[in-house]
């Protein structure tokens, strides 16, 4: 009896252990799905190289947009300095850049009121002048010698034969204003240098003389 007892106790244990390893679930991994990043990423942008700016020529002189770059000027005092003949004076530095400054003035206004009226040295007018020139000095070696000890390249030349070929043209404009003959007019004066001489023919003009025959 106490066998059987104890087979069934035995069987009881054994039918519990299965059911309670039945109901026991084992835990299983989870994985946590990622989320889309909130981040964005802005595609990057090239930043233009800046444009390369051309440098402006320093300007010794200007008048309405003309310009005597610093160089031409420098050269034309050098040429004013040569103009000289052996044996004259040559003018000090300083008055020597005042004279070419006053000569380029001259020209520059000269040139800017031609503009003005109108006319402006075309590549043509001063093609036309170099040949003139070449001609006059024989050949075109010639005046390639004479520019070169002038101090002259090609396109400062060119640029002086311009500027004098306009200021040339209003210089003649303003001469064509002026009149061949003006109003000429005679002046005659009593002189004299006694107070008392003075006081008389002052007195005499008074009473009605004649101031011709005073003086």
Known sequence: MKNKSTLVLIALVLFLGVLFSACTTTPTETTTPELPSTETSVPATKVPEPTPTETPIPAALSV??????????????????????????????????????????????????????????????ID????????KLGSAENLANWTGANYYDEEEFRFFIGLGA?????????????????????ARQIFSISEYEINQALNNLNAGADFGTLA
């Open 64 to 125: 309405n947009g003309i310009n005597i770059p610093m160089a031409y000027f420098q050269d034309e005092l050098s040429r004013f300095k040569i103009s000289f003949a052996e044996g004259e004076a040559v003018p000090d530095e300083a008055q020597a850049t005042q004279a070419v400054i006053d000569f380029l003035t001259e020209q520059l206004l000269l040139a800017s009121a031609a503009r003005a009226g109108g006319y402006q040295a075309t590549t043509e007018i």
């Open 128 to 135: 036309q002048r170099i040949q003139a020139l070449t001609a």
């Open 166 to 186: 306009e200021a040339a043209w209003q210089r003649d404009k303003i001469i064509a204003t002026v009149p061949d003959a003006t109003e000429q007019v005679r």
